[in-house]
């Protein structure tokens, strides 16, 4: 099939390129659109039904009108001169928040965006209205609630005009304004990265070109990867959309970022791959037609690319299993993107090479000669030379990189900036109130028949949680519209991010809450501390189901492409090795070094699958070379390092662009461990596990490796006997 598919490719390449460059614009075109209606607004979307935050969301939006898009920002309001609000200063500032309150807010557009027909208008009124006031009287806190997802760039832009306008309102009156919550640090955060952002991406291209320009010295295979990949990865992410929307599914509003970056990556790694087999077999075949090459090759190395592929799609597609939403999103859309770029690279990077044919590597000269044995010939014959050496200095690096996970711990903050403008107003208004003031906690409660309540009923409880350590206020308990439900806020001293705040709502709030609810009511603690604190349960548990499944499946796919028990076990532990001293080294450098709470509560889950699954790609690309150099007659230890010698300028080349990829993501607000940790990850897989670890245990065990299958020979008595084996198909 895989033969037949690159074949058709190689026979009609300019109708293949042509069918993809017509899917990649029209699909990357539609992206946005599609993405934005199934984009998920707040991380509580994604948690199970049977959770208590989950289910105090339900109350707040059944019997208080609470949007479920909704976000709030806090709009902090003092005069300029720093004395304290007068009534008169009071009424000022509720006539211009009932202003504010009548006024439609259009969603800027700027000439270079997209036709408007592309885009999600998030244009909309906001419902304004005044919160609380200072103690001493030095502030006045309005509640700003806007609707769509923090993270979408549109609510963005509606948040910044509404700042803007309510500053210019305000400074007219005599009084200066801040904004804090999340909505207001998104947008701080994307303001002050924005130049990170812009000058990562462009260095991730520099990179990838410059990386391609040095080994090919070509234009077209410096050029050509980026171009591919852009086609597919349009393609991909406006398939992913469109079937979220077809399904229902809800996506986290990091997902196309992710895709974007998971796609570039393994798409020029896969085009790498090609391009290198590619070139060597022009050289060794001087006198053959490229077409013909080009098909050959494919066929080939589309059997290692497809086995790869489809380590990730297990590996991913196992987060179907999970619990908590947004991992249970996540799993099936890259997967989706991850079949689209393997149907890519088995269509149009071969059609590429077709057409392309010899000038793909013009104006070089390479193929005209064989290159000099290099670092790569070095590397192989070291590796194979001394084996047992090699494979226990990695070891014992790898060893004490992993002692780094005694004593980790799971962050479970969102890691928001502490520089920022919308950090500076919290700590202000943390100055004279409690620190949950611009985001509490909320007790929402019906009767049990949903008949009607009486807030007066609560009022027990609400003493109750006031006496609650660590919490520093209590609201009132306020009925809602319909009279079915009642809601208590409840301000925690400390930070709703923070680990104290989710201790103090899995623990003491909520066991208040049981004790002293009044008979025949039933009550849940919900707020942004409350969602997080069952999200730390939620992964949990995911993560003893999702592990062992993804380990077992990325295990059978290595059993049905390599036909041997022995090489998937030696891979699926030299992965797991790279895993845990990638985990540790981001626990040494972030917990430990840094005085971080602890690794973000995402990263052990999230560098599991792309270590496990992307590392195995280079694993299966060394491997898959060692197997058929086994096959020619000779030393097994001789064929470990021919092909290194082959194999290693493709992994370390694609290694390089894929770890350079992941560290594009350091320049996202909150997104540093994960960029830290997904970059070492894939750079000990491809440097170290692939190039060293792997051929060491091959040229340990010889053609032993392949028990209990021989690839090429058996040795007797120091001789290798040829045994002629057919070459695998797809």
Known sequence: MIRALTGFSTRHAWKVIAVWAVLGVALAGLSPVLFARVTGSSTGDFLPARYDSAAALRIAEDHFGLRPDATTVTVLVARADGAALTDADRQRIDAEAAGLARQRVVMPRGEDDLPSFLVTDRSQTPKVAPAMVAPDGGFELLAVELAGNAADEGVQDVYRTFRDSARERFAAAGMRTGFTGGLAEAADSADANRTAAAVGSALVVGLIVLLNVLVFRSVLAAVLPLLAVALVGGAAGGAVAGLAELTGLRLDASTPGLISVVLLGIGVDYLLFLLFRYREVLRARPDAPARTVAAEVSGRVGTAITSAALTIVAAFATLGLAGFGQFRSLGPAIAVAVLVMLLGSLTLMPALLAACGRGMFWPSRTLRREPRPGVAARLGERVARRPAAALLASVALLGALAAGLVGIRMDYGLGGSSGTPAAATAAEISRSLPVGVSDPVTVYATAEGGGPVDPAAFAGLARSLGAVAGVGQVADPVGSPDGRAVRIDVYPTADPQSTQARALVSGPLRAAVAAHSPAGAGAHVGGTAAVYADVADAVDR??????????????????????????????????GLGFAATLGSAALVFQHLLDRPGVAFTLPLVLFLFVVALGTDYNILITDRIREEMRRPGPARAAVARAVRHTAPAVATAGL?????????????????????????????????????????????????????RPGGAERGGAVVPQPERLPTA
């Open 657 to 709: 662009v894929l770890g350079g990829s992941f560290a594009s993501l350091a320049t996202t607000p909150g997104s540093e461990q994960i960029a830290f940790a997904l970059t070492l990850g894939i750079l000990l897989s491809a440097l170290l596990l692939s190039l060293v670890v792997v051929p060491a245990v091959a040229a340990l065990l010889g053609r032993s490796l392949w028990w209990p299958l």
């Open 542 to 575: 995911d993560l003893l189901v999702v592990f062992p499944v993804a380990a077992a499946l990325i295990a059978l796919i290595l059993l049905l492409l390599l036909r041997s028990l022995l090489a998937p076990v030696a891979l699926l532990l030299s992965v």
